[in-house]
């Protein structure tokens, strides 16, 4: 009879302690994630997630990691923003941040604006939200804060994750170590280094869709040179070819580059490939410093023949 008691006592102590809190829905491709109030669902249209009807909005991002320790100088120091409300702090489960909040009218229909700044490691989380008094269901002032203070930062993304979202498949990695979205559904950077990576540290790889696409296959050439011109952070450029060329069957165009980069006028070599179909380009870019050209060049174009459109 004793053990008895002493059983419906434990279930009595569990029954009555709150629910464990729900974890945090990390969008695809996103390093910020928060627990969703009821009703809000992952967004098809934007990174963050919003209501049925789509009158409660919260839009999730990643911004440089100083724009934390600036926002947190500020308050410190006391000045307060030009426009909008001060910055208070706000404790979320990823620790520091802070919250402002302003109220807006869009005719005669009331609507709450957040924004919470997180402190990261390799990044600040920002999150903007925002919720209309004639939602389906209105969300409150303290139910959006609570929200938001469930708000958690991951460094890194599955790199599954990330390929899943490119408009194309990437087959092959060549071993690369670090893989990191550069534009969300547009861009990824394939590198040895970490994602901070510059043209004068290790081989590296970005590829990408772009929308630009030579008017006429007598253009290809000259639009290759234009767009391999446009490749930042080289000094000293200096194209040593530039040639037609099939990639996986379509119609291409292959550009490399000699030139300097980085604070040590580091010589690197660089090669573009483009590769050609309907109103858009397949843009790859790829670096690596002479010295390690001759091993870098062979894992370059595997990753390039590895890739196939969705």
């Not at 609507?111 to 008094?133: D, L, N, P």
């Not at 929200?147 to 993304?157: F, P, T």
């Not at 070819?241 to 980069?261: C, F, H, W």
């Amino acid at each position: 009879m004793k053990t008895i008691v002493r059983v419906l006592a434990i279930v009595s102590i569990v029954t009555a302690s709150p629910a464990l809190a729900a974890d945090p829905v990390f969008p695809s491709g996103a390093r910020v994630g928060l627990v969703p109030a009821e009703g809000l669902a992952v967004a098809k249209e934007f990174m963050g997630f919003e209501s049925a009807d789509q009158k409660i909005k919260v839009g999730l991002a990643e911004i440089p990691p100083a724009a934390f320790a600036t926002v947190e100088t500020a308050v410190k120091e006391g000045k307060s923003p030009a426009a909008g409300s001060k910055p208070e702090a706000f404790e979320t489960a990823a620790g520091k941040a802070f919250i402002t909040s302003d109220t807006g009218k869009d005719g005669a229909t009331t609507i709450k604006m957040y924004s919470v700044i997180i402190s990261g490691e390799k990044f600040t989380g920002y999150i903007i939200a925002q919720a209309r008094e004639d939602a389906e269901k209105p969300l409150s002032d303290d139910a959006m804060r609570k929200m938001l203070a469930s708000a958690k930062l991951r460094n890194d993304v599955p790199t599954e994750e990330q390929l899943s979202l490119m408009p194309f498949k990437i087959g092959e990695l060549s071993d690369f170590k670090t893989v990191r979205t550069l534009a969300p559904r547009s861009s990824i950077l394939l590198t040895d280094g970490t994602e901070d990576t510059t043209l004068d540290g290790a081989p590296y790889m970005v590829i990408g869709l772009t929308a630009a696409a030579p008017a006429s296959p007598d253009d290809r050439g000259r639009f290759a040179q234009q767009t391999a011109a446009a490749i930042p952070g080289l000094r000293n450029a200096r194209i040593i070819s530039n040639e037609p060329q099939r990639i996986d069957g379509s119609a291409g165009y292959e550009t490399r580059i000699e030139a300097v980069t980085g604070k040590n006028d580091t010589p690197v070599t660089v090669v573009q490939w483009l590769r050609f179909g309907g109103g858009t380009s397949l843009r790859i870019i790829a670096s690596a410093t002479r010295d390690d050209w001759p091993k870098a060049f062979p894992r370059f174009r595997a990753v390039r023949d590895g890739i196939d459109p969705r």
